[in-house]
Structure formats: C-alpha cells, structure tokens
C-alpha cells in the first residue's frame, strides 16, 4: 500500500486543517496509507478523521506568538524589533530542520505540502523517488516574497494545485520561463455535505463565520450592521469563529450600537456551523482577501445564498452572481445593503436562489473530487 503524507499546522479550527482532514479521509477510502505530518499538538483534532489516519507530531513545543513588527517598528521599540526577529527565524528554523529530520527517511510515496513554507522544505530535502504535490490555499499576492518562491523554490515539486482556474492562470505565467517540471491544476476543495433538513425553520437571523483577524474583515460587517439593522431590528447577526480581534470587534459593535443585535458564538463544532447555516436567511463574507472560502460552499449546500464583496479572487469561484447569491464591489456598503433588502423581501426570488445554491453545491462533492485526486496520485 502506497503511503501519503500531508503537512498540516496543527489539527484544531481552520480552513486548511479541514481540507487536511477531509483529503486524509478521502484518501483512506482510496487504499492508502495516509500519515498526517503535524507540526503542534494542541490537542484533539476538532475535525473527524479515520482511525486509520496516522498523526505524527513534529514539535514537542506549541508556537510562539508573535507581536506586531510595525506597531513595534512606530513605537521605535529597537531591542524588542531584535527580539522578535530572532524568535520568528529561531522559530523557522526549528520547524524546518524537525520536518528536514523526518522527511529524510521517506521514499516512493506522495507527500503533499499545505503550505509554502512546508513546499520549499520538502522541494530541498525530498528524495526523488517521492512523488510531490504542493497546495496554494491562500491568495498569494498578499504574501511578500511568495512569487520569487514559486519561481525559484518549486524546482522539484511535480504539482502546484490552484483552488480555482483564475489563481491557475496566474501562477502558470508566473512560472513560464523559470520552472519547466511543476505542473498546475486546478484542484477546488470540497466539503462533506450534511443532509438537508428541510423541516429546519429559518430565523430572522444573518451569519457570517471565520477566524477573527483583521483579514477577514468584520470590522467592515459591522458597519454595514449598523444601517441594516436600522429597518430589520427584528433580526440578529451571527458571528461565529474566534480570534484575536474577538475582544475589539465586541467593542465596535457596541460602539456602534448594535452589540444587542449581534451575537459572537466563538468556536462552534462543524456540525453546529452547519445547523447554523441552515437556520439562517443569509450567509455574508466581507473579507479582505481569501482563497476558496469553505464556509461559502457549507452555505450554499444548505441552501443559503451568500452575499460577499468581489475580492480578487475566492467568493467569485462559489458565487455566480444573481443565481446563487450576490458579488458586490468592494467596500460598496450601499450596495451590499441594498442586495441584503431585496433577498430579504423579494420571496419568490429568496427560495430560486436558495434552490440554486444547493444546485451548485453538488459541484464540490468529496465523490466529484475523488475521480480528480485519482489522476493526480496515481
């Protein structure tokens, strides 16, 4: 039986700890030996995974935090600006040489990378009978230095999978003339789809779900709040995920008066994000950047329609504007309410899109992307 090794962070809440998971599952009904290379224990997996699925643990440390350089570089904090320099490279190089140290034993497998950091790593020390395969799951171009990686560290990977066609076309002219072997497909992520429980009442009820951090953008939700809620005060705003910026975004929310029309769940297990999805009327993502938002296609399968601004790449490979939901121009906030109204009043156009999210939802099955990881591995 062949082995598959994937890299992952850690095992707890997040979009791409959730792929790892699914793709792990996945690959154990495929007949494969499937071992997680894990970099922090922080406990239980919060995702299901096969029994069969072995995690191997890299770190005996959990992570650092890290402190903002710029807030640190306007605060002319100079031996704090050293400190954490040489605590993020320290930190770098114990990741690195703990996976250099594993990785150095495996051959004729696949091993298949999650992040850049992991891919360039294992692009080095990877033995050539290893087939390899790395995953973009973010939007690079927020990432400085994540271009020359691609065009310079790559040189061994045999594929690049981009989430979505666009992001493909991207990176193919990025690479032309600098990297003949990698080759690009475009390979979306899927979700297991829960049973649609129609007998499940919708609530006068808005939910928006993500890691609280300044990327994923609530502070921008909640300013739209504000003057939606003006004629919907009958209705509430559901966030649901944690983070750093819990505790400002609380506060904003008050200062803008609405903390009484918005509820922050914090972590919910997937089953309850689900069920969340379904009880409500509408799904928002204001984002700043995203790749291919997972909680998007948990909505639509649900049939939830979705409303989030056109960021450069991610909601628009899920939304098709006017069929399943809305793209809105970015930070156009009177756009963005106006479409919230119409879903909201216009019923018949409410339940065609609600059917047309389930609809399209059946393109991201784990049964249509198992015919496509086929190809890939074997």
Known sequence: M?????????????????????????????????????????GKPVYDLDEKIKIVYLMKRLPR?????????????????????YGRCYSRYLNNRSIIKYIKDVSNS??????????????????????????????YTQY??????IKNEYGNIDYLLLLNQESRSE???????????????????????????????REKQIVSVGRLSSEKGFDKLLHIWERFIVNHKDYILKIVGDGEEKESLMQLAWFLGVGDSVVFTGFLSNDKVVEEMRKSKLCVMTSLHE??????????????????YDIRVGPRSIIKDGYNGFLIEDNNIETFI?????????????????????????????????????????
């Not at 400085?144 to 990686?149: A, L, P, Q, S, V």
């Not at 790749?291 to 989030?308: C, K, R």
């Open 171 to 201: 990176v193919e002219s990025i690479l032309f003339g600098h990297n003949k072997k990698v080759k690009c497909l475009t390979v979306p992520n899927f979700i297991i789809h829960k049973e649609y429980n129609a007998n499940i009442k």
């Open 338 to 378: 106006a479409k919230l109204n119409f879903l909201l009043e216009e019923y018949d156009v409410y339940n065609s899109f609600s059917k047309n999210a389930i609809d399209s939802s059946m393109l991201y099955t784990e049964e249509r992307l198992r015919d496509i990881w086929f190809s890939i591995l074997n």
């Open 110 to 139: 696949i091993i298949i990378t999650t992040r850049n950091e992991h891919t360039k790593v294992i692009n080095k020390t990877s033995e050539d009978s290893n087939k390899l395969i790395a995953q973009l799951h973010c939007d």
């Open 291 to 308: 790749a291919f938002p997972l909680v998007l296609l948990e909505s639509i399968s649900q049939g939830t329609p979705v409303i989030a």
């Open 65 to 85: 935090k890290n402190y903002s350089l710029i807030k640190l570089f306007k605060e002319k904090k100079l031996k704090k600006i050293a400190n954490e320099i």
């Open 2 to 42: 062949k082995k598959i090794y994937i890299t992952s962070r850690h095992l707890q809440h997040g979009g791409i700890e959730k792929v790892v998971c699914n793709l792990s599952n996945l690959f154990i009904k495929m007949n494969y030996d499937v071992i997680i290379l894990c970099f922090y224990d922080f």
């Open 144 to 149: 400085e230095g994540y271009i020359d990686d």
